[in-house]
């Protein structure tokens, strides 16, 4: 009786495949929030940005200016480039300094490994605005580091330019975001069978030779989401900058927080917002046809 | 790490509720608390309220004063404009020259703010003769009431920077050479161009030109290398001066407080181009939820039990004479009084009609 | 056999290299936060350099603070609410996913498209949508939505790869058993997917808890505990907080510990 029911009950579902599951209908409440407190706030930031801003507020009238002016004036242009320097060399140095991290930590064993692993989350449970603000009084004239050297005797007088330039960006940067690109890239490489790598070795590769050829490339997965993941961040931060960057390195972010926290003109600063996620979304499409976005986000755990 | 994620299915749900209903038992409580009381929400430079002036204007008002964080006029001002912006506080005050042209609108009609009551203000008669003006209407209604005034300039230190120093006579202090990698700007469009303009010899900075605007730009640029770091907020400024990163810096006067009350050894530089004075008055917005408390509140502010305090606590000055009353001519003066009476160069912030170019002149010094 | 004998001494030394690298960036790691616990202990005025004396002073103020307890159970209260509406409609939207629905692709993209959004643009979209909706900005209004939104995409993340993965087989028998897919759902998928749907709920707590940009955006007058940070350090440079800073990760530390050993001791267990 009921194997001949579960036949039919099967042979019908394979008779008329439907486009829409009712299981399917689980994903409504999240689609409802998705739709009105994400897709909705973005069209009407693309709507204000083709308004105007004037000292009394926005007005509704359709225009390109705020464009024009973005495209014109080379303030604008010029901080975009900075923002993607900046921001590809925080990556690529965050990548330099957390692979071997993550090699360590992926090779480590037992209880020792989850230990290692829980000292490096440790210190990102302190806030980040403390992570960023931690560099003035650490590099500051009267910081610390100035004051050991001071101390050891192996300067006359502090260090001025530890602190306020594009150098400390870079370092805030690698600071607050490496667990975003370690832990990737731990996950990555803590799924590799360690069989592959004694194989290899035991078929007289040379250590470089099998880290090259074994272990890098099946750890792409886990790098590329931690690069991904540490530019796009980076592109759109706020605080580092400011706090650390001093009288030069303004980024992208600081320059459309100031427009409506400062200088009230709204829609000039969702014009330059449209401006950086197209350019955001447009660097993660170039990533993804390559390799693909879904692996790009879900790589690491696979 | 699949360890880790199994270990943490420890935590039962019945802690988590646990957790939960006592957090929140003790979350209700303030909110009880508040909820009794009225309570308006400001939006006004913070030091105003430095103690002992936050418990008299409570204690004259009959509530208690949230206060939201200042960070510039601009900024307050911004937030007025915004859409739901009118609702957001009861009372605001922001400096009178910038905020003036917003706040009443477009047009008749069109104001951001209400109407305020002078029958509820009778302390509007202590207002000081110099600051009639800028009580500001618009065909017989009052919507802004000046409450206090101020001035930004240089401070410095002095142990680094001697007081007989040439430089401690000028805006130049924080643009020339000679201090070069001590220096500290502040991150506004107007007050930098102002201080910048002032320096350079325009006689009404507020109606530079755009060729004019450029040339400080261009100054200012190339000042930008002695300068170490460009604050964002009064807290950034103490900071730096405190920590000794920077010897000298355009500061608004609640830093130099802060300072002097720790002790630190700091002077104000009295520029011979003028300081930047500015007075700053009290608004509703239009839709407030407590307008009469907050018309009671600024009518406190011009009263003697606040007015007479307020220089001490916060640096500012009082618009009402009544904040002078109670103190000897050599304390007004020590205070900063001898401003208005021409004792000390000033020049006013003025509001220049094309501010939009000043921003962006400023949005090139800092990317260059 | 002779290569291999080799192999463990030739292993040795880049071993030995990479434990100290290792070794030094851990020091990288906590040299700022062993600072900040110093300067905690600092009786001057400011925050920083040159330490004055050396008290306890600034903890009394940091425990004293009625802000900081207010802010922090905020964030603590915030965190949860967030952490199971986020965790809730992940995982509606992790189950619907193994259905078949059209505009799959157009979906995703909408779910993960928030993890993309620089952190300034995602509060200031809210900013906006809240300006024109004229909602009054406040933690279980706004900030909730700000946090929700940050964290829903991660959630989605940590879920579907597990939902993913999932046996259906057991599924699959119990409605050939003639169980409704409601029943099936609480009874069989759920349970299994506890250990999943904690970690999510914890991962998006986490988030929450830190959440700092957006929140800056759309917060009225009260604190979280990032924002109340922020105000101490950058608008009030408030001596006391580094002390602030140590109770909070103190506190995180200790919670995380728990959490830790509880673990390990029903893994033992079981």
Known sequence: MTAITAANINASREARPRRLEPGALMIVPALLWLVLFGVVPMILLGCMSLWRSTIFGIEMEWNLDNYRTIFSDDVYMRVLAQTLRIALASTVLSLILSYPLAYFLASAKGRKKTALVLLVFLPFWTSYVIRSYVWLPMLGRQGLVNQVLLWLGVVDAPIDWFLFNEGTVYLGLVYVYMLFMTLPIYLSLDRLDPKLVEAANDLGARPAQTFVRVVLPLSMPGVLSGCTMVFLLACGVYVTPQLLGGPSAVMFGNIIASQFLTSNNWALGAALSVILVVLVLGCLYLAGLRWGLQRLFMGAGH | MNSGRDGITALSRRNLLQLAGGAGFVAMTPRLARAQAG???????NAILNAPLRGILEKAIGAKVADAPFQSTTDSVSRLMSPGGTSRYDMMISQTEFSKTPILGSGEGKEKVLPLDLAKIPNLAKLSETFRPDVIARNDKTYMIPIFWGFDAVVYN????????????????????????????????????????????????????????????????????????IYTSFAQCTSLLASGEVACAYSPIPVRVDLEKSGKNVATAWCKEGVLSFSTGAYIP?????????????????????????????????????????????EALRLGYGILEGATAHYPLRFPPNISQWVEVWARVKSA | MAKSAQAPRRRAIP????????????????????????????????????????????????????????????????????????????????????????????????????????????????????????VSPGLWTTVLVAHVNWALPFAFLTLYPRVHRFDRSLEEAAMDLGARPALVLRRVVLPMMRPGIVATFLFSFTLSFDEFVRTLFVIGSDRTIPVLIWTLVIERNSPHLPAVGVLIMAATIVIALIAFVTGERSRSAS
């Open chain 2, 286 to 330: 239009k839709d407030a939820k407590k307008p009469a408390i907050a018309l009671a509140a600024i009518d406190a502010m011009l009263a003697e039990d606040y007015a007479s305090k307020l220089t001490a606590a916060s640096g500012y000055l009082s618009c009402s004479t009544a904040g002078t009353a109670a103190l000897s001519k050599e």
């Open chain 2, 39 to 45: 309570n308006i929400d400001v939006l006004v430079p």
């Open chain 2, 158 to 229: 002095k142990d680094v920077i001697p007081e007989t120093d040439e430089l401690t006579k000028t805006w130049g202090m924080i643009f020339e050479d000679k201090y070069a990698g001590k220096i500290a700007w502040f991150d506004t469009a107007h007050q930098m161009l102002m201080a910048a303009g002032l320096y350079l010899g325009k006689k009404k900075p507020e109606t530079m030109t755009t060729a004019e605007l450029k040339e400080v730009g261009d100054f200012l640029i190339s000042k930008k290398k002695n300068v170490r770091t």
């Open chain 3, 15 to 134: 071993r030995l290299l990479l434990t100290g690298y290792a070794g030094l960036v851990y020091v990288f790691l906590y040299a700022p936060i062993a600072m900040i616990v110093l300067l905690s202990f600092n009786t001057a005025d400011f925050i920083g350099f040159p330490i004055e004396g050396l008290g306890l002073v600034r903890y009394r103020e940091a425990v004293a603070s009625s802000e900081v307890l207010h802010a922090a159970i905020n964030s603590v209260l915030l965190g949860m609410a967030a952490a199971s509406i986020a965790t809730v409609l992940a995982l509606g939207l992790a189950l619907g996913f193994r259905y078949r629905f059209p505009l799959k692709g157009v979906v995703l993209q909408m779910i993960l498209v928030p993890i993309v959004i620089p952190a300034v643009v995602g509060g200031v979209v809210l900013m906006v949508l809240f300006g024109y909706a004229e």
